[in-house]
């Protein structure tokens, strides 16, 4: 029910009403590059194989930034959804590695001319190379099937660095769990600490809108330079 909740969460805004028809929408694409490194979580006894297991990944993001006021109205923020592909290698023999494809939701914070807060959300699915079986991979009781779904959440700050390159650090959590489609299904949670660049072909600047409560259309944006 929770996993249902949360996904639900995410594409909320998928939902939302339509914005008036002469408040056009914003939005600028946007490329991603990734670094992550972690460790795992050791939620239950039936995991504790993964106690020393210290992920690392890499992964690049294709998204919309949207830039509209009817977005920035929902909640004073810039919404940023798009699509994920990421390497994962646990450094663990029991664990393997994996490829991993997700859609993400990051609501965007402004915090003056350089600066910006953000959190975000992904649903997805896996392929990881190492589910258990009986016989050759018997400690692995997280997942069991190669192919698994996946969540993540992640917050944290970045930094404008020029006109058409941002910088971003985050603290992620991820969770992979085929909800007990096959047993043995532990589940496994591991926790990244993430640097990455993100390149707007067009520029990186979010405009500076002054709220109206109940008002879904601008009358106008600053723009810093």
Known sequence: MSRLFFILLLFLPFCLPAQEQDDCVLSKKVFAFTIQRGSALVHKESVSSAKDVKPVSVGIDYSFQR??????????????????LSYLDFKNLVFGKGIIGSIFLQPVYRIGKSFQFQFRGDVGIG????????????TNLAYSNHVTPYLHVSSGIGFRVSKKITTEINGNFNHISNGHANQPNAGLNWMMLSASILYYPDNSILPKY????????????????
Do not use: H, M, Q, W
């Not at 830039?67 to 923020?77: A, V, W």
């Not at 392929?127 to 018997?138: A, D, G, L, Q």
């Open 67 to 84: 830039l509209d006021y009817s977005s920035f109205s929902i909640c004073r923020t810039y919404l940023r959804r798009g699509f994920n």
């Open 127 to 138: 392929y990881f190379s190492k589910p258990y079986n009986e016989i050759t991979n018997n």
């Open 210 to 225: 002054k709220y109206v409560r109940n008002k879904r259309k601008s009358e106008g944006a600053a723009f810093d330079a």
